[in-house]
């Protein structure tokens, strides 16, 4: 059990880490690549430095940094995070338990362009297998995606129904081992996807190729989970692709966090470090407050 889970190991997510360790708080940064500021090749707008610094330097360096303190870093792509008791967080290896949890996950991706998609949102086409799920029982549904999102998505949708098919638009399936079991009972089309139709709802899905499915429903679990992904199933308000945060970092949801990109804004490596900074604050109050144990230990 840890004291804080931070998923995304950016600028954010590393700079709340520093407070939170150094807080005596048991942290876990789990991140799946070195999200966008790796690809910043010179950043010479970040205080402290004379010379330009390529961002993937001060991310190595911030991580060196973390590690020396106490913190565990782990380099997993999270595919869900439930809320009971304490908060589960699934990855493509493991299932964590955490006190908190704070999202630093960066800018999510941008949605898919397809015809017909956007008209239908709602209407068949959703992004939320825990919000929509229970209204496919028995139907014929599909999930967008090809890789271990969308096979932790089917896996969800089989409480509800066994017709799934899995969508891959042109690529091909991969998943890790774990999820191999998964994809063996499932239905797997890997041809590109020309449109979604449907006059009032979803119809079918039709294909480059000429041919079309019918389809009740359709989830989009397209690439990795995003901080949209865990906001709809966690209850988390939004606005737009941005998580709502209070001045101090907290969401709607007590015990969660969000920093950085994922909040929308100024999108700097300054503000997401100065975020992070903050939200490690109110965690280390929050977690103060909520367990006797973790009080004992500070
Ligand atoms: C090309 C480019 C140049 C830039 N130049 C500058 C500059 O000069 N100066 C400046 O201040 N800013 C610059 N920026 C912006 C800056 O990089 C971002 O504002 C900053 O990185 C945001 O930090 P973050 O921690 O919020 O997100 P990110 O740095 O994007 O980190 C997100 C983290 O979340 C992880 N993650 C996401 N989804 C999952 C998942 N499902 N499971 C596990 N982990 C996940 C990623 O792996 C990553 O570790 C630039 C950005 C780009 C793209």
Do not use: W
Not at 118 to 140: I, Q
Not at 160 to 177: A, E, H, P, S, V
Not at 260 to 274: M, Y
């Amino acid at each position: 059990m840890y004291d804080v889970i931070i998923v995304g190991k950016g600028p954010a997510g590393l700079s709340a880490a520093l407070y939170t360790v150094r807080a005596n708080l048991k942290t876990l940064v789990i991140g799946k690549d070195d999200g966008a500021v790796a690809r910043a090749e010179k950043i010479e707008n970040y205080f402290g430095f004379t010379g330009t610094i390529s961002g993937e330097k001060l991310l190595k360096a911030g991580e060196q940094q973390v590690l020396r303190l106490g913190a565990e870093i782990v380099c997993e792509e999270v595919l869900g995070i439930n809320k009971g008791e304490n908060f589960e967080v699934t990855t493509t290896k493991n299932k964590y338990t955490g006190r908190t949890v704070l999202i630093a996950t960066g800018q999510p991706q941008k949605k898919l362009k397809i015809e017909g998609l956007k008209e239908l949102e709602g209407n068949g086409v959703s992004y939320c297998t825990t919000c929509d799920g229970f209204f496919y029982k028995d139907l014929k549904v599909g999930v967008l995606g090809s890789g271990d999102f969308a096979l932790h998505e089917a896996e969800e949708l089989k409480a509800f129904t066994r017709d799934i098919t899995i969508y891959t638009n042109g690529r091909k399936l991969q998943c890790n081992d774990d999820y191999l079991d998964v994809s063996k009972g499932l239905k797997v089309v890997e041809k590109s996807i020309l449109k979604l139709e449907g006059e009032e709802y979803l119809q079918y899905i039709c294909f480059n190729d000429g041919a079309k499915d019918t389809l009740d429903g359709i989830f989009i679990a397209n690439e990795s989970a995003s901080s949209v992904d865990f906001a709809r199933k966690l209850g988390i308000i939004t606005e737009g692709t941005s998580i709502n945060v209070d001045r101090e970092q907290k969401t709607n949801v007590a015990g969660l966090f969000a920093a950085g990109d994922c909040t929308g804004g100024f999108k700097q490596i300054s503000t997401a470090v100065g975020q992070g900074a903050l939200a490690a604050r109110k965690i280390i109050e929050y977690a103060r407050g909520v367990s006797s144990n973790i009080s004992a230990e500070l």
